[in-house]
Nanobody
């Protein structure tokens, strides 16, 4: 069994910053891609950014320059640094990881962390 636990969400004023973390634990043998998604109220979940095990990154075009994804493979952790936050960034942020255990390879999801951008 694999668990992904996000942390770092909260309430922040427009223009502020937050750093999200997502740590994988359990019977992890290897983690391939790790991704951040978000889901705003009344909207579909959307991909925000992804990072491979080798550190290659990709972002949704609208967030380039404000959000930065990174990972610490030794800690099985992925981060999302969010700067210059806007009210439209308000959403539940989820991490997702492509994980191999001794039994299988599958995508796992965290429970989500709320980010609210408001004055």
């Amino acid at each position: 069994q694999v668990q992904l636990v996000e942390s770092g969400g909260g309430l922040v004023q427009p223009g502020g910053s937050l750093r999200l973390s997502c740590a994988a634990s359990g019977n992890v043998f290897r983690i391939y891609a790790m991704n951040w998604y978000r889901q705003a109220p009344g909207k579909q979940r959307e991909l925000v950014a992804g990072i491979t095990s080798g550190g290659a990154t990709a972002y949704v075009d609208s967030l380039k320059g404000r959000f930065t994804i990174s990972r610490d493979n030794a800690k099985n952790t992925v981060y999302l640094q969010m700067n210059s936050l806007k009210p439209e960034d308000t959403a539940v942020y989820y991490c997702n990881a492509d994980v191999t255990t001794l039994a299988r390879r599958a995508f796992y999801w965290g429970q989500g962390t709320q980010v609210t951008v408001s004055s």
